[in-house]
């Protein structure tokens, strides 16, 4: 008779060849039990389970191929270099083996037969496979081949696929006698146990679904997908459930000095600023920390609706600290809210980590000993030596920009009371995103521009017409307006971007001679930086060079050209979020989108997917399903989601069901909660208390 075993308390030390080395990197990849051996899944699969024939082969495909050596060369060069023509009898493909050994070279001869695995692409002389998995096939042996397809596994260094094949097939022979590995009873996805769910992702044997498997769409896999989105869907209604244990200050929503600056506004707030504002009223009011979320399009009016809460916080005798991702976009909160506030009597300190040692020290003063103020800046905010006299509401700007430990550090610095959070977004969250990753906060959509702004042209052109666009550029200045160039790279450095911005500048002042134009990125000191925004708003720049820098937070209502160059290196939303800088004026603005040639089909339907609409929450949903979430859950920088089964694109169909289970379970199954967040979260699970 089997031992009954809890995989999920049995340590992967005690699977074989598991010993300190190989322990460190499994935690690196959060395995520490044998349970999670079990749910460390594949993430795209091998299939060597037929040896095809070289003349069916296809660039892009990796097969298994079997053939003589009919050719062998090693090429002088820096590389000791080995090319192998191999041959089928129906074609023929070239190996290619780079820092290859004596003893390599010298038992790859002429007549040897060789079973390969590899990615088929061209080369100079046909197709070739570079650095394939291979074995010698001795006269008269037999080889057999595998009866499943190979599971590819995410991994670590030091750590090869051929270990965790290994320590996978020990934990599938244990997981027979752990009787409390389904948690979840009845049937689900077309599978009832769990068990024989697991089996067939790991070891899928190969039948009629293959294609289904490779897809992401097999039943097991669906029941796994069902299961790690319910985990996250009950870790994020359980933070929840603890976020509304906790006591925050309240606040009267008869703020005096809130009806003050609404009255002093040049302008009326829209029917959904309205709406939102009466939301976070609400919410301020109460003993419950606040924990909404403001989705708008770019220039919905959200900074207006954040300096309004602010006020109703400092009414109630308490500070407010608002935290943005850029120097740019924290002085344009600064810029925004000293203009609405310093009237009211309201102290605007700004805290960014380029200030002078003179001006950084009087913030922090202000900070420490002044209840009447408003603090703002980026993550210089949180650091240790900044400490609040007594902060009541944290505003968090642009929040998937910050990692998730920086949010915590914030949240921390209240002293006695737990804070109210309200946090922005220009970049519109598709709802199937919002139904899965935010389901721990409530939700404000401001849906409504303010009154005579116009939809932004968007065109799409080949740099090969470069001068009639230089020449549009010169026609719209001379005639008043101004116009943003904007220069991107694929490159992640911003040296590169910097260089690129300086060329395309000099190039524009030489085209354009008649034209003031300017420069701008993120290695320009910023105090100068400070002074060419100024001298842009206020009229005094034509065209205004930069980086991705002023993808959020500037706002100049005459600019109504921009200019995007290369915009096929770009995501759809960060796009958007760049043309919503022009369009806040009157008059009617165009965007340029001018691409590099030679453009793909896939870049060119990016494109006119933004050429076409102009709204951003279609935007993100076409984002979301070219790009993927990212990772919310974890402490990477892009705040969004990263799963191991799931795709919440490709199963959005389970999510009414997985909303559903997780209500009932949180009211009737609560002690099923924490073993199955446990199972697929982990330590991760610390992070929704932001």
Not at 274 to 293: A, K, N, T, Y
Not at 575 to 603: D, E, I, M
Not at 659 to 664: E, F, G, I, P, V
Request: proline share 5%.
């Amino acid at each position: 008779m089997l031992k009954e075993l809890n995989l999920s308390a049995l340590s992967c030390s005690e699977l074989k060849g598991v010993g300190p080395k190989i322990a460190e990197c499994l935690a690196r990849l959060g395995i520490v039990s044998v349970q999670d051996v079990l749910f460390h899944l594949p993430s795209r699969y091998q299939d060597k389970t037929r040896v095809r024939a070289i003349a069916s082969l296809r660039p892009g495909e990796s097969a298994l191929i079997e053939g003589e050596i009919i050719a062998k060369d090693s090429p002088k060069g820096g590389k000791t270099q080995l090319l192998l023509h191999l041959q089928d009898g129906k074609g023929f493909i070239q190996l290619r083996f780079f820092h290859v050994v004596l003893a390599q070279i010298k038992a790859l001869n002429l007549g040897v037969k060789l079973r390969c695995f590899g990615e088929v692409r061209f080369g100079v002389k046909g197709f070739e496979m570079v650095h394939p998995e291979y074995r010698v096939i001795h006269p008269g042996e037999i080889v057999p081949i595998d009866a499943s397809l190979t599971p590819v596994y995410p991994t670590t260094d030091g750590l090869h696929q051929s270990t965790l094949r290994r320590l996978t097939e020990q934990a599938l022979s244990l997981m027979m006698c752990d009787k409390k590995l389904n948690i979840l009873s009845g049937e689900l996805c077309g599978f009832s146990d769990l068990k024989d769910a697991l089996l067939y992702v790991h070891r899928p044997p190969v039948d009629a679904n293959q294609y289904q498997l490779l897809e992401g769409k097999h039943p097991a896999q669906q029941r796994l997908a069902f299961e790690e989105l319910l985990a996250h869907r009950l870790s994020l209604l359980q933070a929840r459930q603890k976020q509304v244990m906790l006591v925050a200050p309240s606040f009267p929503g008869s703020s005096s000095l809130l009806q003050q600056l609404l009255q002093h506004l040049p302008f009326q707030l829209t029917r959904a600023q309205q709406r939102v504002l009466q939301e976070i009223q609400h919410d301020l009011s109460h003993s419950r920390p606040m924990l909404r979320l403001i989705q708008g399009d770019v220039g919905c009016g959200k900074t207006v609706i954040a300096a309004l809460a602010a006020l109703q916080a400092i009414d109630g005798g308490y500070q407010v600290a608002v935290m943005a991702p850029t120097e740019i976009l924290a002085e344009q909160h600064r810029h925004n809210f000293t203009n609405w506030l310093t009237p009211l009597g309201i102290k605007v300190a700004y805290l960014s980590s380029s200030l002078k040692t003179s001006e950084k020290n009087a913030a922090l003063d202000s900070i420490a000993n002044h209840n009447n103020i408003v603090a703002i800046g980026t993550h210089a905010l949180f650091q240790d030596h900044v400490i609040f006299l007594n902060l009541g509401l944290i505003i968090v700007d642009e929040q998937h920009r910050f990692g998730v430990e920086q949010r915590l550090k914030l949240k921390k610095k209240a002293i006695e009371l737990h804070p109210h959070q309200l946090i922005m977004t220009a970049t519109p969250i598709p709802r199937t995103l919002a139904m899965t990753a935010y389901a721990d906060l409530d939700h404000s959509i401001i849906d409504e521009l303010p009154p005579g702004r116009k939809p932004v042209k968007t065109v799409i052109i080949g740099n090969n017409r470069r001068d009639e666009v230089v020449e549009r550029v010169k026609q719209q200045c001379l005639g008043g307006h101004q116009c943003y160039w904007v220069c991107t790279l694929i490159e992640e450095s911003e040296v590169l971007q910097c260089q690129a911005a300086e060329e395309a500048a000099q190039q524009l002042k030489q085209d354009l001679p008649e034209l003031v134009v300017e420069l701008i990125h993120g290695r320009i000191k910023p105090e100068q930086k400070e002074l060419i925004m100024q001298a842009f708003k206020a009229g005094k720049i034509n065209v205004l060079v930069a980086t991705t820098v002023i993808e959020v937070g500037v706002d100049v209502p005459n600019a109504n050209l921009m200019i995007i160059e290369n915009p096929e290196r770009l995501g759809l939303s960060q796009l958007h979020q760049l043309r919503g800088r022009v369009g806040r004026g009157s008059a009617q603005s165009f965007c340029v989108l001018l691409y590099h040639h030679p453009l793909s089909q896939h870049a060119k339907e990016r494109l006119e997917i933004l050429r076409d609409c102009s709204d951003g929450f279609a935007v993100a949903e076409k984002d979301l399903e070219l790009r993927g979430p990212g990772e919310m859950l974890g402490t990477k920088q892009s705040g969004l989601i990263s799963f191991r089964m799931a795709d919440i694109v490709r199963d959005r169909a389970l999510l009414p069901q997985v909303q559903a289970l997780a209500a009932d379970m949180m009211q009737s199954q609560s002690e099923l909660v924490d073993p199955l967040i446990e199972r697929w979260l982990g330590v991760k699970t610390v992070y929704r208390q932001v």
